[in-house]
């Protein structure tokens, strides 16, 4: 079993920034790969970023490129996501995930673990 805790959710004017961790525990966490979805209320949770096991190799939606970041400190059990130049249509709950079934995936169902979720809201 592995345990994953979000933070860093808030409320950020657009244009702004945030920085979400989430914090594993249980298991080797260098030994997953991870990822970060978001959800909307009404709609189904979606692909944002992965990050291969070694931090090495990322994967971004295309409405994210070049505005967020996801790194990974196996050191500290932590995975990040660096959000800047945010939007309105950013705001979701986000939802970190881990994974021994694949590397850089972006379907829920390659996702054996996930965390509670931060809520995130951009205002305009």
């Known amino acids: 079993q592995v345990q994953l805790v979000e933070s860093g959710g808030g409320l950020v004017q657009a244009g702004g920034s945030l920085r979400l961790s989430c914090a594993a525990s249980?298991?080797?966490?260098?030994?997953?790969?991870m990822g970060w979805f978001r959800q909307v209320p009404g709609k189904e949770r979606e692909f944002v970023a992965a990050i291969s096991r070694s931090g090495g190799s990322t994967y971004y939606k295309d409405s994210v490129k070049g505005r967020f970041t996801i790194s990974r400190d196996n050191a500290k059990n932590t995975m990040y996501l660096q959000m800047s130049s945010l939007k309105p249509e950013d705001t979701a709950v986000y939802y970190c995930?881990?994974?021994?079934?694949?590397?850089?995936?972006?379907?829920?169902?390659?996702?054996?673990?996930w965390g509670q979720g931060t809520q995130v809201t951009v205002s305009s």
């Open positions: 249980g298991r080797t966490f260098s030994n997953y790969a």
């Open positions: 995930a881990a994974t021994r079934i694949t590397v850089l995936g972006t379907r829920l169902a390659e996702y054996e673990y």
